[in-house]
């Protein structure tokens, strides 16, 4: 294992930093799937996912914090999963402006196809054998899910090694390149 992660020290931090944001979201991304589709299969009147996920983003998050094998990586997990504490200045401008800027874009993307000659929005699913409890706990988990792991591989893993090189405003571009 020391031999691999010599190997990898080689590569330049630039692409090990988008690599390893990859596959963190990637590896995320899957885990975190897995409760939303089986719901939605399994026992879809129940709705557990929300549950589920949760427990799958717990776990996720101890391991990129630095639990779990291999032993060789933990210090550099847990340093570059970033868990410091939100200010509530940042919280209360979130829930006074952000939510209503998120439940306008949405209403207004719903709304697009009665004023506009668009597309109405495709799911990729059909929602309507869910009762409205299941899809809105589905929803959260997919939200909750998307900015969990958003958070992990682009702050954590992708831009933490950037930062630690090229500067922060170099390294906010590069990720912000590389999430558009």
Not at 45 to 51: K, S
Not at 132 to 139: D, G, S
């Amino acid at each position: 294992m020391e031999r691999i992660l010599l190997l990898w020290d080689k590569i330049p931090i630039l692409i090990r930093a988008i690599v390893t944001g990859g596959i963190v979201l990637a590896a995320g991304n899957v885990l975190t799937t897995m409760p939303i589709m089986g719901n939605m299969k399994l026992l879809p009147g129940v709705p557990w996912a929300l549950p589920a996920t949760l427990v799958v983003l717990y776990v996720f998050w101890k391991y990129c914090r630095g639990s779990g094998f291999p032993a060789l990586t933990r210090d550099r997990r847990k340093d570059v999963t970033r868990t410091s504490n939100i200010r509530p200045k940042v919280w209360k401008s979130v829930f006074l402006f952000g939510i209503p800027a998120l439940i306008a874009i949405v209403s207004f993307r719903l709304l697009m196809p009665s004023l506009y000659a668009v597309c109405p929005p495709d799911f990729g699913v059909d929602l309507t054998p869910f009762s409205l409890l299941t899809i809105w706990r589905l929803l959260v988990s997919v939200a909750v899910s998307a900015a969990v792991m958003e958070e992990i591989a682009f702050r954590g893993f992708m831009q933490k090694p950037l930062e630690e090189k090229y500067g922060i405003v170099s390294a906010v571009l590069i990720v912000g390149v590389v999430f558009c």
